[in-house]
């Protein structure tokens, strides 16, 4: 009795669902009189389809795909770089290594590839600064940032900066972290820096001040959106951990 129950509250459902969502109304006609086999077809023929077009649906399907084969993106990366051993093919390889936190061998494909016309292009000097962090190499990661501000100074961005601050944290130069995270602060999309620098400022004694940037946190992400909540959960929730 149950299970005939749930089969019809799922033909219920999909009804209800091709007449809100303008299907066919053979659908309709099928669904009702062929319940198990048109709810089958139903769902091949309009809900996968529709799920694969949308972001939720692409993402499950990257996830699912991942799981089954998770070296996929790595191997495919590998071999658009041996047919062809650009910038580009080395830059995309190389973020394919440090998801799979390979950051050696990240490292080694972007100081070879940094040659020539390529030996001071900004994309390929923040992903080896990246790859040293990730390597705990962090004089190393604070040398190509310093690097890559010279040579390009026009193509410095926040998620460099914040790595900056957080090379020099790990590297035991605390005031300077302080300093970096207070200008973060001041114009980073997120809540990443104001969190650090609560913690830092928490760890120095000045509990008061890092409350202070806890609540300005979670008084920002009261009149965000959603998505900013998903993007920055992790900070977010710090905040009201320690607010």
């Known amino acids: ?8 509250l799922i033909q219920l459902a999909l009804v209800v669902h091709a007449i809100k969502t303008g299907r066919n109304s053979s659908w309709i006609f099928i669904l009702l009189f062929f319940p ?8 091949i023929v309009e809900l996968l389809p529709a799920m694969g077009q949308s972001r939720s649906g692409q993402r499950v399907r ?8 998770p070296d996929r993106d790595v191997r ?3 071999q658009n770089f041996s047919v062809a051993s650009t910038a580009a093919n080395a830059l995309m390889l190389a973020e394919q290594l440090m998801e799979k936190k390979a950051y050696a061998e990240a490292a080694e494909l972007l100081e070879h590839s940094m040659k020539g016309i390529h030996a001071t292009d900004p994309e390929l000097m923040l992903a080896l600064a990246r790859a040293r962090f990730g390597m705990r190499d962090y004089p190393a990661c604070l040398n190509s940032l310093d690097d890559l501000k010279h040579h390009n100074p026009q193509s410095t961005t926040a998620d460099g900066h914040l790595l900056y ?3 020099l944290e790990k590297a035991g130069k605390i005031n300077e972290a302080r300093a970096e995270y207070q200008a973060l602060v001041g114009y980073y999309p997120g809540p990443e820096p104001a ?16 409350k202070a940037l806890y609540q300005n946190v979670l008084e920002t992400s009261r ?7 998903q993007l920055h959960k992790r900070w977010i929730q710090m905040a009201r951990d320690q607010a």
């Open 165 to 167: 601050a957080r090379a």
């Open 195 to 210: 969190c650090r620098l609560a913690r830092l400022l928490a760890a120095g004694g000045d509990v008061a001040a890092s």
């Open 1 to 8: 009795m149950p299970f005939f129950i749930l089969s019809i």
């Open 223 to 229: 009149v965000s959106g959603r998505h900013y909540h």
């Open 62 to 69: 990257r996830n699912v795909s991942r799981t089954l084969n």
């Open 76 to 78: 495919e990366a590998a």
């Open 36 to 43: 198990l086999i048109g709810g089958l077809a139903y769902l």
